[in-house]
């Protein structure tokens, strides 16, 4: 079975180096690479607008499948931009609603993702809080990318170590 990487973008070009990133190592160990991008639920992301009326649930469930059919292009695009248009045959692109953070790890563990990409956030020092949580609470091993990696920058990975139990200290009696 063919190993799978999963990359997670907001269809900003402040990805496009995590989308690179995921281009190479997924083309370099003949991983399966799928492009995930959340639209988050207004109900759920933002806790403040409700649909309360039938006619404002149906509007609102047409805006966001209008939404997700753009952000699907606009995700295309991206792939398209970064390098990845002759990869077609093993590049996938996912984009689901939700609550970002979940969806992104749900995702991981539907798909048995063997290694998650994110954007590390802006051209600012400081980890997005959405890649930050991504990267704690995630079981599986994940790669935070800056916004201004450069093309031919080396990538060094580190794979986190599960816990090792120490062997429990006897006293001797």
């Known amino acids: 079975m063919r190993e799978l ?3 997670a973008t907001d269809a900003t070009p402040a ?3 995590a989308i690179r990133l995921a281009l190479k190592l997924a083309k370099n160990s003949g991983a399966s690479l799928v492009l995930l991008h959340v639209v988050p639920v207004l109900d759920e992301g933002l806790g403040w607008y409700v649909p309360s009326s039938r006619t404002e649930r149906q509007n609102y469930k047409r805006l966001l499948e209008r939404y997700v059919a753009g952000a699907t292009q606009r995700v295309r695009q991206q792939l398209h931009r970064a390098g990845g248009a002759e990869v077609n045959a ?3 692109v996912l984009v689901k609603s939700g609550a970002v953070v979940q ?3 749900e995702t991981a563990m539907d798909q048995d993702a ?3 990409v994110v954007g590390r956030g802006r051209n600012t020092g400081v980890i997005a809080p959405t890649a930050e949580r991504i990267a704690r609470l995630s079981s599986r091993p ?3 990318v800056p916004a201004r990696w450069a093309r031919g920058a080396r990538v060094r990975m580190l794979r986190r170590q599960p816990k090792q139990r120490r ?3 006897r006293a001797a009696s």
Do not use: E, G, Y
Request: glycine share 0%.
């Open 5 to 7: 990487f999963l990359c």
């Open 15 to 17: 990805s496009l180096p």
């Open 103 to 105: 969806t992104v790890l």
């Open 114 to 116: 063997s290694l998650v």
């Open 142 to 144: 994940v790669v935070l």
């Open 167 to 169: 062997p429990a200290v």
């Open 90 to 92: 093993w590049v996938k």
